[in-house]
Each structure stands twice: as C-alpha cells, then as structure tokens.
C-alpha cells in the first residue's frame, strides 16, 4: 500500500514539476516573440496600432478626410508624448511629394490605448491621360504610412494601401 | 517495504525524469525572430519559384531592367526615372531627375549608362526623344546629351548602336563609343522609323523592327549589315499586324512578338492576343514559332547572352496565368521557369532582361491588387508584392534550362 502511495504521489510530483516547466517556458516563448513580430521594435514597452477597416473603406480621394485610429500600450509602464505620424503619398513616386501629419499623445496609461484623429487631405488621382509606356498606365493607388514612436525609441507602422 | 535508499534512488530518478522532460521543451527559448524581408539580402519566393531574389521594393512602376555588363548591378526605370543599384544590397543610385522620362537605357561601361529619353515629359511623337550619357563618377543627375532624334538604342560588340531619325521618313544606325563619340555613322538610309533592333549571335548584323514611312504600325522586319553598311527588308507583315517589342536573332532565324493591333481583349480583359512568329535570315513569310504550342500568347522575348536560348514572358493559352518560359529553338521545347498563379508578371515588351552570365532573368511583378484596403506591418518601402518590382529569377545553364 505504501509502495502505491508513493508512486502516484511521485507521479503527480513528475507531473507538476513538468506543468511547472511548461508554463515557465511558455511565459519565456511568448512575451518576446510578440516585440519580434513588430519590426520597428527597438526594445522596452511596445505599442500598438489598432485601425478601422471599414473607415479605411470609406476614404475618398478628396480633400478634409479623417481617420481615428488607436494607439495600445502594450507594455507594464505609463507611455508619455507617443508620436503618431501619417504620411500620405502616391503610389506613384513621380506625381507628388507626402504630405506629412503629425499629433502628440500625452500619456497613455499601461494596457489602456488612447484614439488619435487625423484630418488630412488625399491627393487627387491623376488625370489618366495618355503616358509613355514607361509610366504606369493604371492609376495610381494612396498610401497612409501611420507610425507611433515613444520617447524612448520604440515604434510601430502600418502602411495602408488604398485601391483606386 | 521501501528501504530508506530505495526511497532515495526512486526519487532520484523521478526528478531525474522530470528535468528531461523540461529539458526536452527547452527548444522553444531558440525561437528564431521574424524579420522584415530584406529584398537583396536572401533569396525569397514571393510566388515566382524557389531561388527567386527580389531587386527592388517599395511603390512605383518599374520598367526596362538593364544588367551592368559585369552583373553586379542593375539600371531600370522607376516612374520614368532611371535608377540602378547593386544586386546584393539596396543602395540605390539616381541617374536623371523625375520629371525625365526615360524610354530605354543601356550600360556602354560599369560606370557609364547611356539613356534615351526626354527632359520634358510630353510623351508625344513631335518631341523625339535624344541620347544621354551618365556616368556615376560624376554628378549622374547632369545628363550630356549626345544625339537628338533617336528612335531606339541597343548594345553592340563593345559598342553602343543607335537608330537615329533622318527627317520625318527615313532612319540611319550609328556606332557610338563609351564616351559619346561617334565611331561610325551609316550612310545608308532605312525608310521608315527604327523602333527596336537586337543583334545576330555573332554580332556583325542587327535585325530591325521598322515602322514604314505613313504608317501607324511597326510591321516590317529588316537586316542591316554593320559591316558592309548595309540592309535589306526579311518580312512585312499583312493588314493590321504589328510588331511588339524588339525582335530577337537566334541560330538562323529571326524571332518577333505580333498580331493584330486592333484585337479587342479577350473576355477577361486582359492583353490582346500576340503570338511568337519567326523568319529565316534570309527572308521569308513569317511563320508560327515551333514548339511554343498554338495558343501560346506571347508578351515579350529576349535572347540569351550565348545566343541559344530565347526568354519568354507569356500564358500557354489565353486563360493560364502569365509566367516566364525559356524555348530551345534547336530542340524546340519550351520549359516553365515560373509556375506561378499568384503574381502578375509585367508583360511590357522590354521588361526582362538576361544577366550576363546566362543563369537568370530579371522580371517584373507584383501580386494581384485588391480592391480593399491593404494593410501591412512594413514600411511602404519595404514591401515587396504590392507593387510591381524586379525579381531575379535562376533559369539554369543552357542544358538545365533545356533539360
């Protein structure tokens, strides 16, 4: 009886320091590999960039446009003036120079995110005259490259790619 | 009844067990990171094949990829604008402003990069575009015009060939040298307007695509002797027909890009409907290239630098995907290079080129466009298949492409 008690109490010591093992290894796999996925991430608090598909659906190639987007503290520790910039530009590298916006956040509490509105212009389209075969005959798409910077370094980008 | 040692020894290995089993897990803490793609740095397959190297990233139309005769670096044109840079790294170098626009360019030296194009972006036939000379030891950005009124440009025996207007009805060829002199100027004329040439495997003869006097198509196929000076008409196509593209001298015959210039796109709107055609070198009535397939649709051809392979951008039949195939004229057999369905393959007529070597080809593509939002996690300049970009592809030695 006690050889039986002492093998299933042995067992179940086997089994939670292996538990124990796993979860220690999980905890080490996945808090890291998150900051890799970002390839902005220079280290310390991440942040992240949260945007709405269908507002950027409804975005026209018109002046006074807006876009809210949302910026995650993702890290333990109290983010102060995050940089949001957005630079609005052409697919086509030849028609205009980027437009480039920018907005301050003041201080984005850990695990809570803060929502930043930008007002912008989208560059006309344009005109699909007639080109040389070098230039592209499909008209050119718009591009938002949204990027959050802390003080500290750390940064995260979305480009948005908007259909003609 | 357990001894006191047993006891010991039993716990012992039950312990024992437990680390290896944590051990065993220990991989994980070896998780490689995920790395933005770096377009020189490796080698990617962005569904064009395994092998494939990406040249360029980033928005922009590019065209025109043009290898430095040495292979380590490429010129194509962005938007117009001619830029080239190293194939293992992504310095890129600006030869000519933005608001040119650059119709072809061609290396005359590793640091020399002749350009045809126009200062002024009309894109209109009463501005002729003229020959620039760059070189990257000095400002690349001032262009030294050399020639005006030049139709085509093209590599010649260590020198640079250009097809130059000669009133509004009549063209001539000229040899240039690396430093802009002119070597040799024909004096024969050719009636019509050269729009392309590539020369015969020994390089003493170049075959020309012609646009006769009147006409608004490219439909005659002359020889012109570089020798003797002189040339003499192979081909002219019937009706409607036009020649794509530059047409390409392999073995004994003649191989060009044509059909109707009015065929309506096929259903899925896509190109109209060119095939592969060939000519002896002595002349003749045009015929269907053999061993390319009946409903092949051709987009655009290319030579290889030995003289024995021909470089196929095209679909084997009007609803397959667009995709590069190398054809052994002798063996008439065609070979898939790229099996792709995913990417878009530009299929402009100039927009593949052979590296000097023979083993790959550099190609333009880009993944379908959606018509939602994309949104990526990269840089735009970074991104590789939203926009079209250049792609080194390996296609073999000659018996590995041929089988």
């Known amino acids: ?164 | 009844m357990l001894s006191r040692a047993g006891l010991v020894k039993r716990v012992a290995v039950l312990s024992v067990a437990a680390v290896f089993v944590a051990a065993g897990c220990a991989h994980a803490d070896k998780d490689v990171s995920i790395e933005p793609l770096v377009p020189a740095a490796g080698r990617v397959d962005p569904g064009l094949g395994p092998g494939t190297r990406a040249l360029s990233s980033g928005p922009g139309y590019k065209a025109s990829p043009r290898w430095s005769p040495g292979g380590d670096r490429i010129a194509f044109t962005i938007d117009g604008y001619v830029v080239d840079r190293p194939t293992d790294s992504e310095e890129l170098r600006r030869w000519t402003t933005r608001d040119f626009i650059a119709e072809d360019s061609e290396w005359i030296s590793e640091d020399t990069l002749m350009i045809l194009g126009a200062a002024s972006p009309s894109g209109k036939e009463e501005n002729p575009n003229s020959l620039y000379r760059a070189r990257a030891d000095e400002n690349p950005l001032e262009l030294e015009q050399v020639e005006k009124e030049v139709s085509a440009i093209g590599p010649g025996r260590g020198v640079l060939i250009s097809a130059l207007g000669r009133g509004a009805f009549e063209s001539g060829l000229a040899l240039m040298r690396g430093n802009g002199d002119l070597r040799r100027l024909y004096s024969e004329s050719i009636k019509g307007r050269v729009a392309s040439f590539s020369l015969s495997p020994d390089g003493d003869e170049a075959v020309l695509a012609v646009r006769p006097p009147g006409d608004l198509e490219v439909s005659r196929l002359h020889v012109f002797d570089l020798r003797k000076g002189e040339g003499r008409e192979i081909t002219r196509l019937d009706g409607n027909q036009e020649i794509i593209g530059t047409p390409q001298w392999t073995g004994q015959h003649l191989y060009f890009v044509a059909g109707e210039k009015n065929t309506p796109v096929d259903r899925d709107g896509s190109e109209p409907l060119y095939e592969i055609y060939r000519v002896p070198e002595e002349g003749g009535a045009p015929e269907a290239a053999p061993g390319v397939g009946e409903d092949f649709v051709a987009a655009s051809i290319r030579v290889s630098p030995d003289g024995e392979r021909l470089a196929l951008i095209g679909r084997l039949n009007p609803k397959s995907p667009t995709n590069l195939y190398v054809l052994d004229p002798l063996a008439k057999d065609l070979t898939a290079v790229t099996t792709n369905e995913d990417m878009e393959i530009k299929t402009g007529p100039d927009d593949l080129a052979w590296s000097p070597e023979g083993d790959s080809v550099a190609v333009i593509a880009r993944g379908t466009p959606s018509t939602e939002p994309e949104v990526r996690v990269t840089p735009a300049d970074r991104l590789l298949e939203d926009f079209y970009n250049l792609y080194e592809i390996p296609v073999g030695g000659p018996k590995e492409a041929t089988r």
């Open chain 1, 1 to 164: 009886m006690r050889d039986v008690v002492f093998w299933l109490s042995g067992a179940a010591l086997a089994f939670l320091l292996t538990a124990g093992a796993f979860l220690f290894l999980a905890n080490l796999a996945t808090a890291p590999s998150e900051k890799r996925l970002n390839p902005d991430q220079a280290g310390g608090e991440s942040v992240d960039l949260i945007l709405d598909r269908e507002r950027l659906a409804s975005l026209k190639s018109l002046p006074d446009q807006s876009l809210a987007l949302v910026v995650e503290n993702q890290g333990g520790e109290q983010l102060s003036n995050v940089n949001v910039t957005l630079r609005v530009f052409s697919e086509n590298t030849v028609l205009s120079n980027p437009r480039y916006y920018r907005q301050t956040v003041e201080k984005i509490p850990a695990g809570e995110a803060a929502r930043v509105r930008f007002e912008f212009d989208l560059p006309a389209r344009e005109d699909p005259v007639a080109r040389p075969r070098t230039e592209n005959p499909e008209p050119s798409r718009e591009i938002l490259e949204i990027r959050v910077t802390t003080p500290e370094g750390n940064s995260t980008v979305r480009t948005v790619i908007l259909p003609p």
